[in-house]
């Protein structure tokens, strides 16, 4: 499989409602997964759900922002084509005037290689 490894000024952007539908792909987003904007919006935020990420990972996530609390963590993620990227991911609560409803934000980042490896052999005792 091809990595595709962000630019340090690579800012990936997303933004769900409650049920982890698109509302919102931000260029850098779109061009590092592969997807045109129309492809993502209306989709699930899991097309991009890469299959080495462990389940708990996504549990965590939904259970610290069902909260409204702020998560933080890394994220191998599947391109398009079937390759994959890392992240680091920090995911957060809104209300949004428009649509009258909390939905959630994604902010991402390039990770180091360390924090991948890290995030790698943690992800390795996760089921």
């Known amino acids: 499989m091809n990595e595709t490894v962000l630019k340090s000024n690579d800012f990936l952007v997303s933004q769900t409602d409650s049920k982890g539908t698109i509302l919102f792909a931000n260029d850098d987003f779109c061009k590092i997964a592969g997807f045109t904007v129309e492809e993502m919006i209306g989709k699930p935020h899991n097309i991009v759900r890469h ?46 005037e428009v649509r009258q409803a909390i939905t959630y934000m994604s902010c991402r980042r390039k990770p180091s290689k360390a924090e991948i490896a890290a995030a790698e052999n943690l992800y390795k005792t996760l089921q």
């Open 51 to 96: 299959p080495d990420m462990p389940k708990a990972a996504f549990k965590d996530l939904w259970e610290t922002i069902k909260q409204n609390k702020i998560w933080t963590g890394y994220v191998k993620n599947k391109t398009k084509d079937g390759g994959f990227y890392w992240v680091f991911a920090t995911v957060y609560p809104m209300y949004d």
